[in-house]
């Protein structure tokens, strides 16, 4: 009786209480690291979408501000090369997406698509050597490759337009949806609409790019000696 009385253990249900309180824990921790994963997921994707955003903004601005005052063999004879419309442009650039401002000059065309959701960005680079490099492209059409980079994705509207290069106009100078002009434009703007919007994610801006090259496309320059 004294060595029945003095034993010790765990009845059915004290046994059933201890491993249900075990899952309950088990599971607690486990929506924890559930809720905890997808906040991270969420964060990073937020992080990777400000800093498309920041770099579409300097690709824009390093392609388009390194303009090239050059010709090119479309046509019956050569014409400057820098041509846009709304929703494209095609120029030649000293900077490339590659190689950065060291890099060879680029011949570089934006186009709008229509993306999966709404529209999108796209620009394409070619190597530029001589006016000669520009005849596959000379039809005008549109030339994705999968080398292509998407710039801006999810647009409601993307549009380009081209103010006039006049002495002292900035900032009241008029813009253009074309420009098939001899010379380059003062500047080039892109309008973006985002089909969506959020406070947690930097908006998609406007981008206007000034044109400083003052060079005349068709001139020929002789140095005085």
């Known amino acids: ?31 924890a690291m559930r809720t905890s994963l997808l906040s991270m997921e969420k964060i990073n994707s937020r992080l990777q979408f400000n800093r498309r955003v920041m770099g579409m903004e300097r690709i824009l601005t390093r392609q388009i501000g390194g303009v090239m005052p050059v010709m090119s063999d479309c046509g019956p004879g050569r014409i400057p090369i820098f041509l846009g419309t709304p929703d494209s442009l095609r120029l030649v650039s000293s900077y490339s997406m590659a190689e950065g401002a060291r890099g060879y000059p680029q011949f570089d065309e ?15 680079e070619h190597l530029y050597t001589s006016p000669s490099s520009t005849a596959p492209v000379c039809a005008g059409e ?3 490759t999968p080398s292509s980079l998407i710039v801006a994705d999810r647009l409601a509207s993307c549009t ?3 103010r006039e290069a006049l002495p002292d106009a900035f900032p009241s ?9 001899a010379d380059l434009p003062g500047a080039v703007k892109i309008e973006m609409t985002p089909l969506d919007s959020s406070p947690a994610l930097l908006p998609v801006m ?20």
């Open 1 to 31: 009786m004294t060595a029945a009385a003095g034993t010790r253990g765990f009845t059915l249900i004290e046994l059933m209480i201890s491993i249900t309180l075990v899952a309950a824990l088990a599971t607690g921790m486990l929506m």
């Open 142 to 144: 549109q030339s994705i």
């Open 206 to 225: 406007n981008v206007t790019v000034p044109i400083r090259i003052t060079r005349q496309v068709r001139s020929f320059y002789e140095d005085l000696q």
């Open 173 to 181: 100078a008029k813009w253009l949806p074309v420009w098939d002009r």
């Open 110 to 124: 934006f186009h709008v698509v229509k993306g999966e959701e709404g529209v999108r960005l796209v620009v394409t």
């Open 160 to 162: 380009f337009s081209y």
